[in-house]
């Protein structure tokens, strides 16, 4: 896991799927979680979710009978990705504010 | 009330060919049959449907699960033409697009990529080869009208390689991520 450098995309597909949701529901979390900064379209999304299965980040789940909607969930190998990139991105936030002391006049 | 737009746009021309159709949608013109140069519109509210195009080159089974992912999202197909496939979607204020990142942006493109290089190799060497039949000295009509008209094939397929690839460093300097 030490070179994987994760997307926002991707990252935030995987934080939405610590619950199982359905494409149009990734899309609306996403774009809820980044406060509307990151929208994403739905090729865009639909690719972003195959590669994830691909790798194993995500599963789809089982479809309810009558429902043709596929619901996808992070899996535990996502997960601890996930936790992974936190530290990293925890790394990077922690030695911005040390050096810059969070201070954005200037 | 309808009426028929003939039209070209050249498969590297994607991006126009949408900015059109929404023109035509402000204009109250709504696309209902897309076609090789024949674009069916009906009258009805400005600015109702926003377009897009995507080039797909699926199995029927992925194209099949693929549009029934997008038909969640409210967007529905209306039309297919040499594997470029039409979608509309309600109008909700906010732009309509397949791809909203760089990466998925490229991968579009690498599909059309992929088959401009094959001709291009191809019909480049169909032009090399009746082009050295000429500088082998034979002079018949049939090899100066194949250089020629191979010479223009290639031609075409490198100005459409070119397209692409010019697009894909805009969006790049344009700052998308």
Redesign the interface.
């Known amino acids: 896991m030490d070179n994987i450098v994760l ?1 926002e ?1 991707f990252y935030y597909i995987l934080l939405s799927l610590f619950e199982p949701l ?3 529901g990734i ?1 609306q979390k996403v774009e809820e979680m980044s406060k509307g900064r990151l ?6 999304l ?3 979710l195959n590669s994830l299965m691909a790798k194993d980040w995500i599963s789809a789940l089982p479809v309810e009978d009558g429902s ?3 619901v996808y969930e992070i899996t535990a190998t996502g997960k601890a990705l996930v936790q992974f990139e936190i530290r990293r991105l925890q790394e990077l936030l922690d030695n911005g504010l040390a050096v810059s002391g969070g201070n954005q006049d200037d | 009330m309808t009426k028929t737009v003939r039209k070209l746009f050249l498969a590297w021309q994607h991006e126009k060919e949408e900015q059109w159709l929404n023109q035509m949608s402000a204009s109250g013109w709504q696309l209902t049959h897309p076609g090789l140069f024949n674009y069916r519109f009906e009258q009805g509210p400005p600015n109702q449907y926003l377009y897009a195009l995507e080039y797909i080159n699926l199995s029927d089974a992925k194209m099949k699960d693929y549009f029934a992912f997008l038909e969640e999202a409210g967007i529905e197909i209306i039309g297919q033409t040499l594997n470029w496939v039409y979608y509309r979607k309600a109008n909700d204020g906010r732009p309509f697009e397949i791809f909203s990142d760089l990466a998925s942006k490229t991968e579009h493109m690498q599909r059309l990529l992929k088959i401009y290089y094959i001709f291009f190799v191809l019909e480049g060497f169909f032009f090399i080869d009746n082009l050295l039949e000429l500088l082998s000295g034979d002079f018949g009509t049939r090899h100066i009208v194949m250089t020629i008209l191979f010479g223009l094939i290639t031609l075409l397929f490198a100005t459409a390689i070119f397209s692409v690839l010019r697009q894909i460093q805009r969006w790049k300097r344009g700052g998308m991520r």
Do not use: Q
């Open positions: 997307t995309a359905h494409g149009y899309m929208r994403l379209a739905a090729g865009t639909y690719g972003a043709r909607r596929k």
